[in-house]
Nanobody
Framework: QVQLVESGGGSVQAGGSLRLSCAAS????????MGWFRQAPGKEREVVAA????????YAADSVKGRFTISRDNAKNTVYLQMNTLKPEDTAVYYC???????????????????WGKGTLVTVSS
């Protein structure tokens, strides 16, 4: 059974930091793309960051570039999202996802991911 379990969400003031973790099991995740997506109330789910199987290729949405960093530890089957200088507009439920391929080009989309975690809420207050 494939499982993705996110942790690390919470409430923080603007300018603060959080680190999200996603522990994967039930699949050889080290061979697949991993990504973080988020969904704010009333908005569509959007990609935040993604990383290829080896960590040599990463993507960050323009809205988080320079503030968020994605990384992975394949030995631990875990992917991380370090979020710095958080803003109120970063408030959302953050989802971890596993893709169907080992690598990507351009911006990954939710349609390209086949396994999802249940999400963790991040709330940033001004």
């Amino acid at each position: 059974q494939v499982q993705l379990v996110e942790s690390g969400g919470g409430s923080v003031q603007a300018g603060g930091s959080l680190r999200l973790s996603c522990a994967a099991s039930g699949r050889t995740f080290r061979t697949y793309i991993m990504g973080w997506f988020r969904q704010a109330p009333g908005k569509e789910r959007e990609v935040v960051a993604a990383i290829n199987w080896s960590g040599s290729n990463t993507y960050a949405a323009d809205s988080v570039k320079g503030r968020f960093t994605i990384s992975r530890d394949n030995a631990k089957n875990t992917v991380y999202l370090q979020m710095n200088t958080l803003k109120p507009e970063d408030t959302a439920v953050y989802y971890c996802a596993s893709g169907r391929k080992a690598d990507f080009s351009g911006s990954p989309t939710p349609d390209g991911m086949d396994y999802w975690g249940k999400g963790t809420l991040v709330t940033v207050s001004s």
